[in-house]
């Protein structure tokens, strides 16, 4: 018999291990299967949501993202009155000196008995993900209980789901959370999504949702009728219960009156834009901007792409409420631009901290290819807050192409590089990029590449602009320099504020400068204000009504623009 001890500090805890190996384990799952839940943490979320009860009236279980199928295959037990562990030889009691061998083999057979007993009257137990592995790896594990022919399986992914497999029930799902996602982003948009489909599919069905975001049970949309707090592991976790969805009550997503004004608002802005669009050959752009106060988002459209980012609600606003204006978006944007749902992603954009602007929130590294000005650019709508081409410098991406002829191009805090593409196609003598990130840096070079102007004149340069500048020898003939509004990167050792060092950072660069040199100086800080008389030895001229795009012209100091020369 195996005896255990714990020690923390000076205090010390000697246990006798009565288990043996671990109870939740249960024997049906293979180790390789991908399982957040542990099958007795399982077990206790299906009492919980009142399964015995369920199962007893006749009632379906579904799962609709049931991974290695956890909850199916307890629930399929619990129904079957099967106990767990029935068929394991050992455990760790058996060889305890006060064990009475008599009665547990009264226990095991009274279990025995009852074991199956109401197989053949199983209501429907339901389970679908979209994984093919993982429901490979479900069929494995259900028929090592000897319930293959009890519990029914799809490859589905819940947001396409099109049919509920009975008129009522009890849906159990474990939907990812934290540590299956990156970002609190991403889960927010995927709840939001479900809960959608919840809300048009699941009418008078009992509905539980297990997550370690309870702070972000809000984005399903659906008004909580309990909370049970529960232990995935470390983790503090949330079982919610959902109010149960009426028929009656259920709305269509975009079918309300305000997501009607807002789809007339979408085709307005589109038909005063489209020969501006046309003519310019343009295909990323913003089609709306917080025009309408219940809708406070900007829409982007990219190609066949929509990038949604929901500005911040005010706390006096409702989150649910909030979170069904989001679905309303989603819907009118699917409908009127022709843009499959899968295709629409879905951003909140709060306050940026720093380089938080420029921070991951995924790893899903899916970059897509859209056009400009005959270049290509890689974006990317769910790793960043922004996608990696900002469309308001449309214009001076343009301007660059059509003035870097035979010039010596520096490009400063780069990004992701798609004005050094302008400039390189343009015919720039030579180019260097500089940016702090190795990411952004690779991505500029993709960009250069899928274009066919990766060449050995064009350099990339990781460095901290601050310090590179002050550094540097060689001049240019044309310098983009482009901050953040404020940064306190790791990477430095200082913070950086465009408003309060932007006279020194404007004279560096300048010092840049060949004899003709023209330096462009932009930033997104709607409150800066250029101090030209510190910088009276330049010629300092505000180009920023050229620079602003006309589907940007509702909001005209969305970044602000200068042209500099030496006098």
């Known amino acids: 018999m195996r005896i255990n001890c714990f020690a923390k500090d000076n205090n010390y805890t000697v246990s006798i291990d009565l288990s043996g190996e671990s109870l939740h384990r249960r ?3 293979s180790e390789d299967a991908i399982a957040p ?7 206790a979320l299906l009492q919980r949501a009142a399964w015995v009860e369920t199962a007893k009236r006749g009632g379906c279980f579904f799962d609709p ?4 199928g956890t909850l199916l295959i307890e629930a399929a037990m619990i129904a079957a009155d099967i106990a767990p562990n029935l068929n394991r030889e050992y455990f760790g009691f058996l060889n305890w000196k006060m064990f009475d061998a008599e009665v547990w083999t009264e226990v095991k057979k009274q279990a025995q008995s009852r ?3 109401f197989i053949d009257k199983l209501p429907k137990i339901v389970g679908s993900d979209n994984s093919q592995k993982a429901i490979r790896q479900t069929r494995e594990a259900i028929a090592k209980v000897g319930l293959e022919k009890k519990i029914e399986l799809h490859t589905n992914d819940i947001l396409k789901l099109k049919k509920t497999p009975a008129e009522t029930g009890l849906l159990l799902t474990n939907p990812p959370y934290g540590e299956r996602l990156a970002r609190d982003s991403d889960i927010g948009q995927l709840y939001n999504s479900i809960g959608a489909v919840f809300k048009k599919q699941f009418a008078n069905w009992q509905i539980f949702v297990f997550t370690g975001k309870d702070d972000l049970a809000d984005n399903f949309a659906i008004k909580t009728e309990k909370r049970y707090p529960f232990y995935n592991g470390p983790i503090e976790c949330s079982l919610l219960h959902f109010e149960q969805i009426k028929p009656e009550n259920v709305k269509e997503p975009g079918s309300s009156e305000n997501a009607q004004m ?3 608002r979408l085709k307005k802005n589109l038909r005063k834009l489209k020969s501006y669009f046309k003519g310019e050959g343009i295909s990323c752009y913003r089609l709306y901007d917080a025009d309408l106060p219940e809708y406070a988002a900007a829409i982007d459209i990219y190609e066949n792409y929509a990038h949604i980012q929901e500005y911040q609600p005010p706390r006096t606003i409702d989150e649910i409420k909030a979170w069904s204006r989001v679905q309303d978006m989603v819907a009118v944007v699917s409908d009127v631009m022709a843009i499959p749902a899968e295709n629409i992603f879905l951003k909140r954009r709060s306050k940026q901290k720093g380089s938080s602007q420029y921070s991951k929130n995924a790893t899903n590294k899916r970059f897509t290819q859209v056009r400009e000005n005959g270049l290509q650019f890689l974006v990317n709508f769910t790793d960043y807050l922004d996608t990696g081409l900002f469309i308001d410098h449309r214009p001076m991406r343009k301007w660059i192409l059509q003035n870097s002829k035979g010039k010596r191009f520096l490009n400063l805090f780069a990004y992701t590089g798609s004005v050094t593409a302008c400039a390189a196609a343009g015919g720039a003598q030579s180019s260097v990029t500089v940016d702090m990130s190795n990411t952004y840096l690779d991505w500029g070079q993709r960009n250069l590449d899928i274009n066919g102007l990766n060449k050995p004149e064009h350099k990339f340069i990781r460095a901290n602009c601050l310090e590179w500048i002050t550094n540097e020898k060689r001049k240019f003939d044309l310098i983009f320099l482009d901050p953040p509004t404020f940064s306190n990167s790791k990477k430095m050792e200082d913070t950086f504020d465009v408003q309060r060092d932007h006279v020194e950072l404007i004279k560096d660069c300048s010092k840049l400068l060949s004899k003709d ?5 932009s930033n997104n800080f709607r409150g800066f204000k250029m101090d030209s008389a510190a910088l009276d030895f330049l010629e ?6 050229k620079t602003i795009p006309k589907d940007f012209a509702r909001t005209p ?8 020369t030496r006098k």
């Open 517 to 521: 040199g023209i330096l462009i100086f």
């Open 262 to 264: 807002l789809a007339n």
């Open 27 to 29: 024997g049906y799952r």
């Open 540 to 545: 300092i001229r505000d180009i920023t009504p």
């Open 557 to 564: 100091k969305f970044h602000q623009c200068w042209e500099i």
């Open 37 to 43: 839940l542990k099958e007795n943490l399982a077990a």
């Open 65 to 68: 993202m049931c991974g290695s």
């Open 115 to 117: 074991s199956g007993r």
